[in-house]
């Protein structure tokens, strides 16, 4: 492709994204647009399978891609697979991402790595989600805020 020709096309893509943007910000600004970048619920598995690899590895850390605003910790107390499960922010409130806290095996709890604040194991003072068992399925529902166990 020669120069200038290179050139027209990066011009005619820029502006087309300036006016994407732009036509966007228009449209979300009337109120009528609801940007859902991910789901409400997540389907985490079989809770027999999951509460074994909790067992064995501790907790499993769900990032979130969307807005990584909203990671949680999933959790599974006790021997019955079909109770004892919790849900839970990675980060007490108003933490940043580089505070999520990291799960220590050897004593069972969960440490802040910003000031070694110490959270029991069912994320006791974190924000937690509801989560159930539907069809055989583990289920995690972030809009039931204050649900687990």
Not at 116 to 133: C, D, F
Request: hydrophobic residues 40%; proline residues 5%.
């Amino acid at each position: 492709m020669n120069p200038r020709r290179a050139i027209v096309v990066g011009l005619v893509g820029v502006t087309a994204g300036v006016a994407l943007v732009w036509g966007m910000s228009r449209l979300a600004s009337t109120g009528d647009v609801t940007v859902r970048l991910g789901d409400d619920t997540f389907e985490a598995g079989d809770p027999e399978e999951m509460s074994q690899v909790i067992a064995r590895d501790g907790p499993i850390l769900y990032a979130d891609a969307a807005s990584g605003n909203r990671d949680i910790w999933l959790q599974h107390l006790g021997a019955d697979p079909g109770r004892g499960w919790y849900a839970f922010d990675a980060r007490r409130p108003g933490a940043g991402r580089d505070c999520t806290l990291q799960w220590q095996a050897p004593a069972a709890v969960f440490v802040d790595p910003c000031d070694g604040t110490i959270v029991e194991a069912h994320g006791e003072g974190l924000t937690g989600y509801e989560v159930r068992i539907t069809d055989g399925k583990l289920i995690v529902d972030l809009n039931a805020v204050g649900g687990g166990g």
